[in-house]
């Protein structure tokens, strides 16, 4: 799988990027899953459900399927945080993978830098910033690093297609 980072600063628009991004991609007939970091501790289940029931009672990993999706909450309990390789090990073969965050793991990323942010651009000091979606001049990127529009969300995605080498796909059908 292709896995493609989307990083910055908080409050800079990653996540309204990486939703644009999906959107697009998906209308162009890719698939696409998602990876999103989290800095905090984070709950994806609602206290005084059978599933968080499950978990405060001490369970491991909890599965809650439905006819239209399913989910696996797994519970560190004291366990080191897994590497981002391993997360996307457990995920289903898709076309891409965009990864929100993770801005110090090795895989290549495009960067979103806003005007007004008080943080230097992260592609200043890391070589795994191909490219950085802005809304503003950076005079001292690396020559090699692309400069994106962040507002044109197509050219965006031409890029992460070129660069990342995804095969043609019919887009597709609109929904009546």
């Known amino acids: 799988m292709k ?4 990083v ?18 998906a209308v162009r007939g890719y698939r696409v899953s998602t990876i999103k970091h989290a800095h905090h501790e984070f709950d994806v289940d609602t206290p005084g459900k059978d599933s968080w029931l499950h978990r ?19 519970e560190l309990r004291g366990s080191r945080e897994p590497e981002l390789e391993e997360l996307i090990a457990r ?3 898709v076309d ?3 990864i929100e965050g993770f801005k110090n793991a090795s895989h290549e990323k495009i960067e979103v830098y806003r005007d007004g942010l008080d943080d230097l651009p992260i592609a200043y000091n890391s070589d795994s910033v191909v490219a ?4 503003v001049e950076l005079d ?3 020559p090699d690093t692309i400069r994106l529009d962040v507002n044109n969300i197509e050219g965006i995605v031409d890029f992460i297609v070129q660069h990342w080498s995804l095969p043609y796909h019919e887009p597709a059908a609109e929904s009546a």
């Open 3 to 6: 896995v493609a980072g989307i």
């Open 8 to 25: 910055g600063w908080h409050n800079s628009g990653k996540t309204t990027l990486v939703v644009a991004l999906v959107q697009e991609l």
């Open 56 to 74: 405060d009672a001490g369970a491991t990993e909890v599965m809650v399927g439905s006819g239209k999706r399913w989910a696996l909450m797994h």
């Open 91 to 93: 995920m289903s073969p």
């Open 96 to 98: 891409i993978v965009l």
């Open 132 to 135: 950085v979606a802005s809304d």
């Open 140 to 142: 001292q990127l690396n």
